[in-house]
DNA sequence: GTCTGTGAAGGGCTTCACAGCT
DNA sequence: AGCTGTGAAGCCCTTCACAGAC
């Protein structure tokens, strides 16, 4: 439907839909880079510490050298969130800071639901983080009659045969699965039923689910078995390297997340420079 | 130094360096994609479960589909590996498993620290995914007096201020950070200090390391803030959208991870089909 | 005939470099 | 003069389609 607008300057692929381009006079944005989304989120964090700092304003190369990344990409990335910025000066801190927040849909305020509380399940279940920024658990689930009842962080335990309903209830919006490999396929399908359309999920089977449901997993042993690799990578070479390495004493390099969707570095490369 | 030698059809910037190209006799390879290197990982885990159930040969079709992505991009993958095949047969899956083992390091082992043993870390700590495939924790540390010299999982916690001495005196390969991010930096660099050139993080706080250490950073508000934004996508449209994924019982789609280094789906695209 | 291995085409993301506003 | 916003170039990755081995 409609016509394509083509504003800005990528291909029209963005990881919306609908009509494409820029933004609406209200918050919500339409078409980011999927890479984009993930970096944003980075960026509302830092922006969040430096308003606690009394910063008021804040130029692209301080804001991009605090978030580990390239200011000509911290430019583009805010650039699909519309003009954000003042040329000659910078980018107000709190204007900046409610407009990605927006663009990313946290003034709506979420609803979590946490399947599984074992082990990792019962840390997150206590994980502040979650609690803020615009996320609220509002259900916690396990099958395990020893955990049905038990309470963690002011929520009881339910059983998982009432996830389903409970989500309808609840109007959970996002499902987290933690529970063991053999149960995150049901459990999927339960938060599905109920009506939830994003899941983060931290069992390592790969999980089956509707198109129209967003899922993100967080898988520890590819994490580490990734580090493996790069491991291998640095212990047994042929020497030279270290060389390189210990020279001139390697300048200090901001880190860059795991789990960003694209280029974790920016070029794949990790060889010695 | 040395003569590039461009076996493959990739341009020449992988993920290792000196040398590029193949795989020398023995396991170890040279000069892998990034993204190949994460998604090794998870075919690694669905071989597995096909070793165990008897499985003794694969197709690139079946191995695709079992591990959510195409066999194109499937057999790609394993070609940077070498010839893994058999043509007009499949892949021998105890021989396939071993070589990705071999080719990620996993046949090394590798010796873990753990750093921060609070909610999050705890249930690190007592996670059995780190003692497989490989790792082994030998170390957990924390500054916390009311931590140090509790037992867990059959290790006692250490003092953080022993963590440099304890990386050197163990040979820890891999650190893995679950402290609060006001002492991340300090943490990374002890285990810096301490011989440690890979590091899993899951502080949100940007680290700087030195160029030669590899870091992956996993970050739970970020994950969280990702959905958040699909999910908002998806609660606001102008209609048309449940119209289709109500139709035709939408197909299930096979899940991709949100820690790898690229594209989730493969396309950016969340629109409906 | 079947299935692997791979050049070539296509797409998305990042980097560069500069136009444009203050 | 300084800094944002952005076309264009380049890079890396994925997908296609087929040559090649069994």
New interface residues.
């Given amino acids: ?1 409609s016509e394509q607008h083509q504003s800005h300057g990528f291909s029209a ?6 009509d494409s381009a820029s933004s609406d006079p209200r918050g ?1 944005v339409r078409d ?4 984009t ?2 970096r ?3 960026y ?3 922006l969040g510490v430096m308003a606690d700092d009394g910063t008021l304003i804040v130029s692209s190369e301080e804001l991009a050298t ?3 990344v390239g200011s000509a990409m911290l430019r583009k990335d805010l650039s699909f969130l519309g003009p954000n910025g003042v040329r000659g000066v910078g980018y107000d801190v709190t204007r900046l800071l409610a407009r990605i927040e927006a ?4 003034d ?1 305020g ?1 609803r ?1 639901a946490l399947v599984g509380v074992g ?2 399940g ?3 279940a ?2 502040g ?2 609690g ?4 609220t658990t509002v259900g916690l689930f396990d099958r395990s009659p020893d955990r049905i009842g038990t309470a963690i962080g002011g929520l009881t335990v339910r059983d998982a045969t009432e996830l389903e309903q409970a989500c309808r209830d609840l109007d959970v ?2 499902g987290v699965v933690a529970t063991p490999d053999d149960a995150a396929q049901q459990v999927c399908d339960g938060l599905v039923a109920g009506g939830v ?5 931290f069992a ?1 089977a ?7 449901v ?25 020497a ?2 270290t060389a ?2 210990l020279g001139g004493r ?15 570095t920016k ?7």
């Fill in positions: 439907m692929r963005g990881v919306t839909g609908a919500t980011l880079p999927q890479a989304v993930t944003l989120a980075t509302l964090r830092v605090a978030s580990g663009a990313l849909g946290l709506r979420h979590v082990n990792l019962h840390a997150l206590r994980y983080g979650f803020r920024r615009g996320f919006t996002i359309r994003c899941i983060l999920s390592s790969p999980l089956e689910l509707p198109a129209h967003e899922i993100r997993r967080v898988d520890l042993a590819v994490e580490m078995q990734v580090l493996s690799f790069h491991s291998a990578r640095k212990t047994e070479p042929d030279a390297q390189v390495g390697a300048p200090r390099r901001p880190a860059r997340s795991a789990s960003k969707d694209l280029g974790s070029n794949g490369s990790v060889i010695a420079p």
